[in-house]
């Protein structure tokens, strides 16, 4: 059931026919290009339909933090594994307000809300619906990301303003069971649906680093790309070493060019989408972040921290942008 819509078909954003029938081979096929030929293709798609002179910034905050029931293998916030981690209660509305002022005021365009939980409970979504329309009221786009959801519950959502949901579908569906268990792969295809039938936009992406093989990178752009609608954003998080968690034990490095490879590849597959360099950016170098801005990504979380991990300082995130003259709302 995973796999969905192969077909070729007009996106109704832009007009633009896109492809969701891509096979494995093919994505292969483009990640294996020379590099020279993989840059000029992605970023010739990029330009087609981005401004390739800016990059789109978002900040994230935990609004609930820790004492999640599922068991992700790579996961701080996992109840299953002993990570040092304190559980928190749902934030207070006012601190979540002000947290997201402070954001805007930073230079961030997107304001990302996160609670560590399998679903949200009914009177937990009442207190995030009202903050997502308390942040909407600043003048930011919202997202938020609450585990599963009901299609009612998708719809709550949607009728407080809330522009994105992000739920990502992590990794391939052969390395997914690796990681996870009390979670499958079909229920995330679920929640996204449920999510982009109520008229929200979809925020899906996943990690890379965690013992995969690049066909499970690859794997897993095929799986988003052949969802009826490419997501409006593609997240690629690189995944943050953390005390306590399964995937310690196989956890490997990207190489540098892997990466830029991975994300050109995203962009090639899915030419309107914004891929988003998310976690593990305190790992990468400017030159590192500049090749994939190159590749095609163009978007970034600000601020010190990602939920419960490290992310460059802002000072650094704007000297890098202007030194490649690249704008956002940093500037």
Same mark, same amino acid.
């Given at each position: ?214 066909? *499970? &990178? /690859? #794997?897993?752009?095929?799986? =988003? $790309? ?95 942008? *202007? &030194? /490649? #003259?690249?704008?956002?709302? =940093? $500037?």
């Amino acid at each position: 059931m995973i796999a969905s819509g192969r077909v070729e078909r007009n996106d109704s954003r832009n007009g633009a026919q896109l492809r969701s029938n891509w096979e494995r081979a093919e994505a292969q096929a483009l990640y294996n290009l020379p590099f020279a030929d993989l840059m000029f293709q992605a970023q010739s798609v990029h330009r087609d339909n981005f401004d390739p002179n800016h990059v789109e910034t978002a900040s994230l905050l935990s609004i609930k933090t820790g004492g999640c029931p599922e068991d992700c293998g790579y996961c701080s916030q996992s109840a299953h594994y002993q990570t040092g981690l304190k559980a928190t209660r749902l934030m207070d509305c006012a601190d979540v307000v002000a947290s997201a002022q402070r954001a805007k005021d930073a230079g961030a365009s997107r304001f990302c809300m996160a609670a560590a939980w399998r679903s949200p409970k009914d009177r937990d979504l009442d207190q995030v619906c009202y903050m997502v329309s308390a942040v909407k009221g600043l003048g930011m786009e919202t997202c938020v990301t609450l585990g599963m959801l009901t299609p009612n519950q998708a719809i709550q959502l949607f009728e407080a303003g809330l522009d994105f949901y992000n739920h990502n579908v992590d990794t391939s569906p052969e390395f997914y069971g690796k990681i996870i268990s009390t979670r499958t792969l079909q229920d995330r295809i679920d929640t996204l649906a449920h999510v982009r039938e109520a008229g929200i936009k979809v925020c899906s992406g996943g990690i890379i680093g965690m013992g995969e093989r690049v066909e *499970d &990178r /690859l #794997g897993m752009l095929v799986l =988003l $790309a052949n969802l009826p609608s490419h997501p409006e954003s593609v997240p690629i998080n690189m995944w943050n070493e953390v005390e306590g968690v399964p995937v310690n034990d196989t956890a490997e490095r990207p190489e540098p060019f892997a990466l830029v490879r991975l994300v050109a590849t995203a962009r090639i597959m899915m030419p309107k989408s914004v891929v988003r360099l998310s976690a593990g950016r305190q790992y990468m170098t400017d030159e590192l972040q500049a090749l994939c801005f190159f590749a095609g990504a163009n978007s970034i979380f600000i601020g010190d921290t990602l939920l419960t991990t490290k992310n460059p300082q802002r000072d650094r995130d704007s000297n890098l942008l *202007d &030194r /490649l #003259g690249i704008a956002s709302s =940093l $500037a």
